[in-house]
């Protein structure tokens, strides 16, 4: 079975430039996870979509950051403009079951390092 | 709110000896799930164990095994037998019942495993 794939794996870029990550979760897997890790401390979950619906996006900078699930498949989640503390490794995570699933582990992506200079 | 606490920012322990992680957590869910992961240098998120707020029952996996106190909303890691490839940030996690299935994670400890 193939994993969670992400996609680029490094990214630098300037401040105020824009950039995308791209996530393919696990086949057939309702729940999809970004999480941002900043160095050094634990991931903090910035959107949840189950199938294509956002189902918690309460830590998201809306001003600037936006994500989007395709067909209830893919995502994509995009940073305009970058700032100097959007410095992180940014996982994609996805579960195989939607709603009340509390023991449905997650999977995760390599995750995308971006450096914003 | 949900919230998970992990108290220790780094350990170290002997090959061959057992070490415990300690992980705290603050949920009013009445029903809920904790999760441990293993990050190595490398940056991947590896499951290690999951354990159901109404198993009766500590989980294990193998060298793994958590230590679930439930009055006292811990969920304590514990390696047996530790070994040099264990070094590595480990993470607890927790998704509650009523929280959209949210899964939050606590900031880390980092073990380090010396010969």
């Known amino acids: 079975e193939a994993g969670v794939a992400q996609s680029p794996r490094y990214k630098i870029i300037e401040k105020r430039q824009s950039v995308a990550f791209w996530c393919n979760p696990i086949?057939?897997?309702?729940?999809l996870y970004w999480y941002q890790q900043i160095l050094g401390q634990g991931p903090k979950l910035l959107i949840q979509?189950?199938?294509?619906?956002?189902?918690?996006d309460s830590q998201l900078p809306k001003d600037r950051f936006s994500a989007e699930r395709l067909k209830g498949v893919d995502s994509t989640l995009k940073i305009q403009p970058a700032k100097l503390e959007d410095s992180a490794v940014y996982l994609c995570?996805?579960?195989?079951?939607?709603?009340?699933?509390?023991?449905?582990?997650?999977?995760f992506g390599q995750g995308t390092r971006l450096t914003v200079v | 709110a949900q919230k998970i606490t992990q108290t220790q920012p780094g350990m170290f322990v002997q090959e061959k000896e057992a070490v415990t992680l300690d992980c705290t957590y603050d949920?009013?869910?009445?029903?809920?799930?904790l999760f441990w992961y293993k990050q190595p240098s490398s940056g991947e998120m590896i499951f290690l164990i999951y354990q159901g707020s109404y198993d009766q029952q500590n989980a294990t996996e193998g060298r793994y095994s958590l230590n679930f106190q439930k009055a006292r909303k811990s969920a304590n890691l514990v390696i047996s037998a530790s070994q040099l490839g264990d070094s590595a940030m480990y993470f607890c996690?927790?998704?509650?019942?009523?929280?959209?299935?949210?899964?939050?994670f606590g900031t880390g400890t980092r073990l380090q495993v010396f010969p």
């Open positions: 949920t009013s869910d009445p029903s809920y799930g």
């Open positions: 995570a996805s579960s195989p079951f939607g709603g009340q699933q509390l023991a449905a582990e997650a999977f």
């Open positions: 996690a927790m998704r509650g019942s009523y929280n959209t299935d949210k899964l939050i």
């Open positions: 086949s057939g897997h309702a729940t």
């Open positions: 979509f189950q199938n294509n619906g956002v189902v918690d």
